[in-house]
């Protein structure tokens, strides 16, 4: 089982996933290129999308694998639409969590909520924007701002030191201290400012071959989304069946679009349902582990 984190993230977002299923698989949670630890290339070009799906790929075989459970978040999630059109024998089993397929057409409400990728396109303000004060902006968008998890307790006694009346999370030092990297606020506001050239003037074969293609994706996939997601509307997960033809759908009431931190257990009960539904446990493995 592969777990792909999305912006601005860590494998640390799948902390409650790697412990709920190393019992039975053999889990691995990974920093994408430009994140953590991992290498930070110059250019935008080395966040395309087509190569972000060929690092899932090769991580896979690296890992010693022939195929995968891949369970992907937000940008994640985006890439592990393509890799699943591209690497299709790669994947055994494929569980998004908020994260639209890029056939899906945006209305006005989705623009409305996608204004920042415009704005990322910017050179240099937005990481100027996303790093001020501390990276505030990042503690805004998942502890204290509207996009903020929904649910009480999400951030757990388990991850805040308190210091007085104070709490502060373990989410400061984790992402805050990773986004401040040299270059790793470039890296990652990359990702935007690459994919708006896919889809735009400079697509690639592996995805224009994706976004052209009639059929409908064959792999077995659930996806989950937070009804409270303040980035990406419901209207985006009610157009996903259209492009794959064994799905299960489901939309989390009172849920961020952080659904794996925001309601874990939930969300956690789900995969293990469809999983015991279509596939086999890989037991070759007690741990759980990340890969930076």
């Not at 945006?106 to 990276?135: G, V």
């Not at 409908?216 to 980035?231: C, S």
């Not at 157009?239 to 659904?259: G, K």
Request: charged share 25%; aromatic share 10%; proline share 5%.
């Amino acid at each position: 089982m592969l777990l792909v984190h999305g912006f601005p993230e860590l494998w640390y977002s799948w902390r409650w996933q790697l412990e709920a299923f190393k019992e039975d698989y053999e889990v691995v949670a990974f920093d994408l290129r430009g994140y953590g630890q991992t290498e930070k290339p110059k250019g935008k070009d080395n966040y395309r999308i087509d190569r972000l799906a060929d690092d899932i790929a090769s991580l896979v075989k690296a890992l010693g694998h022939e195929s995968c459970t891949l369970v992907a978040h937000d940008w994640g999630g985006v890439i592990s639409w393509l890799t699943a059109h591209a690497y299709g024998s790669l994947i055994d089993k494929l569980v998004v969590i908020c994260a639209p397929h890029p056939k899906c057409e945006y209305d006005l409400d989705q623009y409305k909520r996608s204004w920042y990728i415009l704005a990322f396109q910017a050179p240099l303000l937005p990481e100027i924007m996303l790093t001020a004060n501390d990276c505030e902006a990042l503690d805004a968008g998942a502890r204290t701002g509207p996009s903020a998890m929904k649910t009480d307790g999400a951030i757990t006694a388990h991850e805040v030191e308190r210091k007085g009346s104070a709490c502060v999370a373990v989410y400061q030092s984790w992402y805050k201290q990773a986004f401040q990297q040299p270059y790793a606020a470039t890296a990652a506001v990359n990702y935007y400012r690459a994919y708006i050239d896919v889809v735009t003037t400079r697509p690639s074969p592996a995805f224009h071959r994706m976004v052209q293609d009639p059929e409908k994706l064959k792999i077995p996939t659930l996806l989950l989304w937070g009804g409270d997601d303040a980035a990406l509307g419901p209207q985006l997960a009610h157009q996903v069946p259209q492009f794959v033809e064994d799905i299960e759908v489901h939309i989390l009431d009172r849920c961020s679009h952080w659904a794996q931190q925001d309601r874990p257990s939930e969300v956690n009960t789900i995969i293990k349902k469809f999983l015991s539904k279509t596939s086999r446990p890989l037991t070759s493995s007690k741990q759980g582990t990340h890969v930076d």
